[in-house]
């Protein structure tokens, strides 16, 4: 967009924005759905798993702190990096889910108590990012500016052109972690298309996803810690609370959402009080949700990454670095050289495993034949057993063992 004559006709209004950090560009957007993918659906091969999805954590953590930073940045120029952060962050927390639900090898990993912390970090994120998307408006629209040209006024430093002799308002704004540079006026109709509300289509399962990583959902198809803990506590009789723990595990372990279906029976039989009534109103609804969230973890995050990325590709949305540029491909290769490293590091593992077998091997190989020759000598009478050189067959003199009797008769010798 460097001139008036753009795919949207005759630019009349404009809105000003920061455009999308090269850090979310298209390609490592991808890269990072790809290696989730890879996580969830990765069998037997922890280390590989492992390896690729070091990327795909780091990335999404780093997003998940810019998103808690972009608090401060509601008013003013909107920052498109919050709708990019949205993307990465939804996402992550649909696959931790996954992960954590579907994917064995990293659940019965010690890589696991990382992958908690992570949807923890994951789920606070997304409570700042809802704010931000539902409070944080657009800048009020402007009439557009156009040189003597007929050239469109898109950035700041166009002004130092004597050809423009009009400016914007948003111009002048400054906001955290951003340059007044860097800001860019795009048509209306760019910030403002069919396009525009898709972001918002499932911020209700998003942010369940969210509450059930806060809420330690840690174990493969079953309500997650908290919501057992409230049962237990408030609507568990003191006295059966080891007996419920077991009939939940025991249907855990027989059937996927077995102790969902445990909790779900014993409330629905329990005689309710007031206080009982108001904590089972809101636990039903959880435990629901949270059966509804593991059954469509897979189909809702397949579905989120379409919805946020039509939003962002069809919008058309700048972006501070091309394609081409060393912030969107350099992300790849470091994922590349991570896996690379990590393979390597598994052929050399196998290799020195390999190599202490073979030493331990022939040690006991050599032991073995040394003895069995040493053996055979004793027997023939070639050596004897105290290392004298004998001839013919040689009975071995037995050998006299310690008895009790032995002990007594020493203790009744006078002493010398």
């Keep these: 967009m460097t001139t008036g004559n753009t795919d949207y006709g005759h630019v009349t209004l404009i809105n000003c924005v920061y455009p999308i950090s090269g850090t979310y560009g298209l390609l490592?957007?991808?890269l990072y759905y790809i290696t989730l993918v890879f996580a969830i659906f990765g069998r037997r091969r922890e280390w590989l798993i492992i390896g690729a999805l070091v990327s795909a954590l780091t990335y999404a953590g780093t997003a998940a702190i810019h998103m808690m930073a972009l608090v401060a940045s509601k008013q003013g120029v909107f920052d498109l990096d919050i709708m990019t952060c949205w993307a990465v962050l939804s996402t992550g927390a649909l696959a931790y889910i996954g992960i954590i639900h579907w994917s064995s090898t990293l659940r019965d990993s010690r890589a696991r108590v990382v992958m908690i912390c992570w949807g923890v970090l994951v789920g606070i994120?997304?409570?700042?990012?809802?704010?931000?998307?539902?409070?944080?408006?657009?800048?009020?629209?402007?009439?557009a500016c156009y040189s003597s040209e007929g050239k469109l006024l898109e950035y700041p430093v166009e002004l130092i052109s004597p050809?423009?002799?009009?400016?914007?308002?948003?111009?002048?704004?400054?906001?955290?972690?951003?340059?007044?540079?860097?800001?860019?006026?795009?048509?209306r109709q760019l910030v403002q298309n069919k396009y525009s509300n898709l972001t918002y289509v499932l911020v209700g399962p998003i942010q369940f996803a969210a509450y059930a990583a806060l809420s330690m959902d840690t174990?493969?198809?079953?309500?997650?810690?908290?919501?057992?803990?409230?049962v237990m506590s408030y609507l568990v009789h003191p006295g059966q609370h080891e007996e419920m723990t077991k009939v939940v595990y025991k249907a855990s372990m027989e059937g996927w959402y077995g102790?969902?279906?445990?909790?779900?029976?014993?409330?629905?039989?329990?005689?309710?009080?007031?206080?009982?009534?108001?904590?089972?109103?809101?636990?039903?609804?959880?435990?629901?949700?949270?059966?509804?969230?593991d059954v469509l973890c897979l189909p809702l995050m397949v579905a989120n990454i379409v919805v946020n990325e039509v939003t962002l590709l069809h919008g058309n949305f700048p972006v501070n670095e091309s394609n081409m540029a060393i912030g969107q491909w350099g992300p790849v290769v470091n994922s590349l050289l991570v896996v690379i490293a990590a393979c390597i590091?598994?052929?050399?593992?196998?290799?020195?495993?390999?190599?202490?077998?073979?030493?331990?091997?022939?040690?006991?190989?050599?032991?073995?034949?040394?003895?069995?020759?040493?053996?055979?000598?004793?027997?023939?009478?070639?050596?004897g057993v105290n290392g004298e050189q004998m001839t013919g067959v040689v009975k071995l003199n037995l050998v006299h063992v310690q008895t009790l009797q032995d002990m007594e008769d020493l203790m009744k010798r006078p002493a010398t």
């Design 28 to 30: 490592p957007r991808f």
């Design 219 to 230: 174990q493969s198809h079953t309500p997650s810690m908290l919501c057992q803990r409230l």
């Design 163 to 187: 050809e423009f002799n009009c400016t914007y308002q948003c111009f002048s704004f400054s906001k955290p972690m951003r340059h007044g540079s860097e800001i860019q006026a795009v048509p």
């Design 345 to 383: 590091n598994k052929v050399l593992e196998m290799y020195e495993k390999r190599r202490k077998i073979n030493q331990l091997d022939s040690v006991v190989e050599e032991v073995a034949s040394i003895s069995d020759h040493s053996w055979d000598d004793v027997e023939r009478g070639s050596v």
């Design 259 to 293: 102790g969902y279906f445990a909790l779900l029976g014993y409330i629905r039989r329990i005689s309710l009080t007031w206080r009982k009534f108001c904590l089972c109103s809101l636990l039903i609804p959880w435990l629901c949700l949270s059966l509804l969230i």
């Design 125 to 143: 994120a997304l409570v700042f990012g809802r704010t931000e998307l539902f409070d944080t408006v657009l800048s009020d629209a402007e009439p």
